[in-house]
C-alpha cells in the first residue's frame, strides 16, 4: 500500500497550517452547503425515518481495525458460531477464533507483519537470478515475457532507491535553510507572539529572516499563533524526520530485496489455495489506516461520539491483509473468498499496487464473489495517474476469463473503482493525488480531509482514495440495508445513475496547469450522492429474495 508523501518544501511545512473543512463536511448536502458532500444525513432525515432495516456486514481487508474502539465496537461482525478464545476451529471454517475476522498477515506465535515490500522487490527478487546474466536473444517466449517484466521492476527498484537517496540529501539542506530562517525571524520578533500579523510586520535586509519570513507568512493562516518559537521549531522538526523515516522506510525494506518478513506468518507462499495461515490479531501492529476505513463506512451514528459513519444497520468484519508495503495476492484472494463464505455483502479494498505477483488467483476470488452477489468496492489509487494506460492491482479485469470458450466473462460486473474529491468547489474540487480513467475509474467521492476513528478511542483527518472508497462502500451498505431485495448489480447502477454529474472543468491530477471536463475523468461522470441513490432505490424493483433479518429481531 503506497502512500502519498509530500515532497515539495512548502507542502511539508503547510501541512502544518492547513485550514480544514468541518469535521462532517462529506455528509453535507451538494445543493444546500458549499461543500460537495453525499448528503448523508438528508437521506436519513427526509428519506429513511420511518424506514426499516437489515444487518449488513461489510468486509474491511486492510491494516487491520481497532475493534474495541468507543465508535466502532457495538458495530464490529461477531462469527456467532466461533467460541471465543478457546483454541478451536468451533465453525470448522478453517480459522480458530475468528470473532471479528482474521489476521492473514500473522504468524501463529502471535507475530505480526508490519512492514514489508513493494510488489517491484519481489519481483525482482524472483526474476534477478534467473535474467542478471540472460541474453534477451536467447530466450524463448515465455522467458522473454518474464525478462520483460524484469526489466520493468528492475529499472523502478534502481530509481526509486536512488531518488529516496536523493530525497534525503534533498530534505537534509531543505531542513538547515528553513530552521535556520526561522529561528532568524523569530530572533527579530524578539518575544512577540508569534502569528501572521506580527510576522508580516517584520522589515529585515537579513536574507535568512526574510525566507523564514516568507515560510510562514505563505502557510499559517490568519489565526494562527504561537506562545513562542520551541513548539513550532518542534513541530518543523517532527515534519522533516517524517520525511526522512519515509526515504529510508524505501531503502531499508520496500525496495530492499533483501528484507523478507513473510517467514513471520510461516506459511507455503506458493499454494495460493492454503488456508488458516495467520492469526486472531485484528489489529496488529498498526491499525491506523483500516481503523479510519471502518469509521468511514460504520462508525456509531447519532451516539454523540467523535463522527457518524455513512451505514447505519452495519456489521464491520476486519480482514487484515495490508501490511506497511504492498498487499500480496495470495492474502488478499483468500481474504475475499472469507469475506463472502462468511456473509459479506460488501468488500472494502482501499489498497493498491503497480505490479501482480498471481493476478489470477485474485481473479478467481473475484469471480467468487460477483457470483455470490457480493459487491467489491476498491481505491483507484494515489499516483495522480490515469488508470486507463497505467496498471493498478487489483482491478475489476479478468487476465483469463472465466465460462465457456465461446463465451468468457472478461471483468466483474460487482466491482466499483472510485477516484477522489476535495471538499473545495469548481476547479479545485477532484482530489491532486487521485488516479482517474474514463474506462477504469467508475466514480468519485470525498476523500480530502475526512475525519474518523483512529486507534484507541482517538479520532483524526486522513485522505487519499483510501476515504474516498469506504465512503461509496458505505452508501452502498446503507441501500443494501434498507432495500435488501437489490442486487450488487443493482447497487452499482444505482449508485453511477444517480450520480452528482458535474458540468464543468476541474484541474487534471498531477497536472495543474491542464483543465479537463469532470466528466472525462470517470465511467459515470459523477460523484456519489447517497440521497439520490437512496430515492432511486426506492423506485427499483430488486432482483433478491430477502433472507436476512431485520435488525433487531
Request: glycine share 8%; aromatic share 10%.
Amino acid at each position: 500500500m503506497k502512500n502519498i508523501m509530500v515532497l515539495g518544501m512548502f507542502l511539508v511545512i503547510g501541512r502544518l497550517f492547513a485550514q480544514e473543512p468541518p469535521h462532517n463536511w462529506y455528509h453535507s448536502d451538494p445543493m444546500t452547503s458549499e461543500y460537495q458532500g453525499i448528503g448523508t444525513d438528508k437521506a436519513y432525515d427526509e428519506l429513511l425515518k420511518n424506514r426499516s432495516s437489515y444487518p449488513v456486514v461489510v468486509a474491511v481487508i486492510d491494516s487491520g481495525v481497532d475493534h474495541e474502539h468507543e465508535d466502532l465496537a457495538k458495530n464490529m461482525w461477531v462469527n456467532l458460531d466461533e467460541i471465543p478464545d478457546n483454541g478451536v476451529d468451533d465453525d470448522n471454517n478453517g480459522y480458530i477464533d475468528d470473532v471479528h475476522g482474521w489476521n492473514f498477515i500473522g504468524g501463529k506465535n502471535g507475530e505480526n507483519v508490519g512492514k514489508d515490500t513493494y510488489e517491484a522487490t519481489r519481483l525482482y527478487k524472483k526474476f534477478h537470478y534467473k535474467f542478471k546474466d540472460a541474453n534477451p536473444v536467447t530466450l524463448s517466449k515465455s522467458q522473454k515475457h518474464e525478462y520483460l517484466q524484469y526489466q520493468r521492476v528492475k529499472k523502478e527498484l534502481e530509481s526509486k532507491r536512488e531518488s529516496a537517496e536523493k530525497n534525503i540529501e534533498n530534505l537534509k539542506e531543505t531542513k538547515k535553510n528553513v530552521l535556520g530562517g526561522i529561528k532568524s525571524l523569530l530572533a527579530l520578533l524578539d518575544g512577540q507572539e508569534i502569528n501572521k500579523a506580527n510576522i508580516m510586520a517584520v522589515e529585515t535586509n537579513d536574507s535568512g529572516a526574510a525566507y523564514g519570513k516568507n515560510i510562514l507568512s505563505r502557510n499559517m493562516s490568519d489565526d494562527e499563533s504561537y506562545e513562542n518559537g520551541d513548539e513550532l521549531l518542534a513541530n518543523i522538526e517532527n515534519q522533516f524526520q517524517g520525511g526522512f523515516d519515509y526515504y529510508q522506510g524505501q531503502l531499508d525494506y520496500a525496495y530492499n530485496p533483501d528484507f523478507n518478513p513473510r517467514t513471520i506468518v510461516g506459511d507455503n507462499y506458493n499454494d495460493v489455495k492454503e488456508i488458516g495461515y495467520g492469526n486472531n490479531d485484528f489489529e496488529g501492529p498498526d491499525a491506523f489506516h483500516g481503523s479510519h476505513v471502518a469509521g468511514i463506512i460504520g462508525a456509531i451514528r447519532n451516539n454523540d461520539l467523535g463522527m457518524d459513519g455513512v451505514a447505519a444497520n452495519v456489521q464491520i468484519m476486519t480482514l487484515r491483509a495490508v501490511p506497511d508495503g504492498d498487499e500480496r495476492d495470495k492474502d488478499v484472494a483468500n481474504a475475499i473468498i472469507y469475506a463472502v463464505d462468511n456473509g459479506a455483502s460488501v468488500i472494502n479494498m482501499s489498497f493498491g499496487k503497480g505490479f501482480s505477483w498471481n493476478k489470477e488467483a485474485v481473479d478467481k476470488a473475484v469471480h467468487y464473489a460477483t457470483k455470490k452477489d457480493v459487491l467489491l468496492v476498491h481505491a483507484a489509487g494515489n499516483s495522480a495517474q490515469d488508470n486507463d494506460s497505467t496498471d493498478n492491482f487489483p482491478n475489476d479485469t479478468y487476465e483469463k476469463g472465466f465460462g465457456f470458450w465461446f463465451w468468457k466473462k472478461k471483468s466483474s460486473n460487482t466491482w466499483i473503482e472510485v477516484g477522489a474529491m476535495s471538499y473545495k468547489r469548481e476547479e479545485n474540487s477532484v482530489a491532486g493525488f487521485s488516479n482517474y480513467g474514463k474506462k477504469n475509474v467508475d466514480i468519485f467521492a470525498p476523500g480530502v480531509q475526512i475525519y474518523s476513528t483512529t486507534p484507541d478511542d482517538k479520532y483524526q483527518n486522513a485522505q487519499g482514495t483510501s476515504m474516498a472508497s469506504p465512503v461509496i462502500a458505505g452508501t452502498a451498505a446503507l441501500l443494501r440495508s434498507y432495500f435488501p431485495s437489490l442486487s450488487a448489480v443493482q447497487v452499482k447502477d444505482i449508485l453511477m445513475k444517480s450520480s452528482d454529474k458535474l458540468d464543468f472543468e476541474v484541474l487534471l491530477p498531477g497536472d495543474e496547469s491542464k483543465k479537463v471536463p469532470f466528466s472525462s475523468l470517470s465511467v459515470s461522470g459523477g460523484v456519489v450522492n447517497a440521497y439520490k441513490a437512496v430515492k432511486l432505490a426506492m423506485n427499483t424493483k430488486g432482483k433478491k429474495k430477502i433472507k436476512r433479518s431485520k435488525a433487531g429481531a
